[in-house]
């Protein structure tokens, strides 16, 4: 479940202050989801901002008082949103307008948590949002993989991209795209290790990036 190697794979020659990244695994707080359970469709099977099941849907932890997860939040997730709404507020400053690129991985094979999982499982699913995300900038998005030669689907098995909650479905300035990687592209799922062409595949998703950027 954890997204290894996601932030090697994309920070490159990118500036820090352009890329958030979570500070902490989501086994201790997941900052992709909403940290209210009641609005949260994952939480129904112990996935909400606070994880108390694992991928195959067996205990992960003890239950938490609600002074506990107060903390873990206060600790991680909020600050988190904070530095996420910042980096869209200073886009829009600068240019008018934000882009965000929501990037994670995913396995070949389904896991037991996956709520929609039995669908296809391309080489690069791209997550959009109903709001926040245009058909040109989704049709741009699976051009700039195609061109390269990736296989690219969408919101299969993973739909959704994430926007802060002070712009999220108020301000269509800001813009998201979900890029989920399958694993077996760039890493052994069997050891964790990247495998040989880690290298020449970071290349190439740097420049699928690009190519959304620029048309944006």
């Known amino acids: 479940m954890t997204d290894r190697w996601t932030y090697e794979l994309i920070s490159?020659?990118?500036p820090s202050s352009v890329?958030?990244?979570?500070?902490?695994?989501?086994?201790?707080?997941?900052?992709?989801?909403?940290?209210?359970d009641s609005k949260e469709i994952m939480a129904s099977i112990g996935m909400g901002a606070i994880y108390t099941a694992t991928h195959s849907l067996g205990l992960?932890?003890?239950?938490?008082?609600?002074?506990?997860r107060q903390l873990i939040l206060e600790t991680w997730y909020h600050p988190h949103h904070e530095k996420l709404t910042d980096a869209v507020e200073i886009a829009l400053e600068?240019?008018?307008?934000a882009?965000?690129?929501?990037?994670?991985?995913?396995?070949?094979?389904?896991?037991?948590?996956?709520i929609n999982g039995d669908?296809?499982?391309?080489e690069i699913c791209i997550g959009t949002d109903d709001f926040h995300t245009s058909e040109r900038l989704t049709k741009i998005a699976c051009s700039a993989f195609e061109s390269i030669g990736f296989e690219v689907g969408l919101n299969s098995p993973?739909?959704?991209s994430l926007v802060p909650a002070k712009h999220y479905c108020e301000d269509p300035r800001v813009s998201s795209l979900m890029i989920e990687i399958r694993r077996d592209l760039y890493m052994d799922e069997k050891t964790g290790l990247p495998l040989e062409q880690f290298s020449i595949f970071s290349e190439n998703l740097h420049k699928a990036v690009s190519g959304i950027t620029a048309q944006f």
């Open 99 to 114: 882009l965000i690129f929501d990037i994670h991985s995913y396995p070949k094979q389904m896991l037991p948590y996956e």
């Open 119 to 122: 669908g296809k499982r391309p």
């Open 94 to 97: 600068q240019h008018g307008k």
């Open 19 to 36: 890329i958030v990244n979570s500070p902490v695994s989501r086994l201790v707080v997941d900052v992709e989801r909403f940290y209210d």
């Open 12 to 14: 490159g020659d990118s």
């Open 60 to 68: 992960l932890r003890r239950p938490i008082s609600a002074a506990e």
């Open 158 to 160: 993973f739909k959704g």
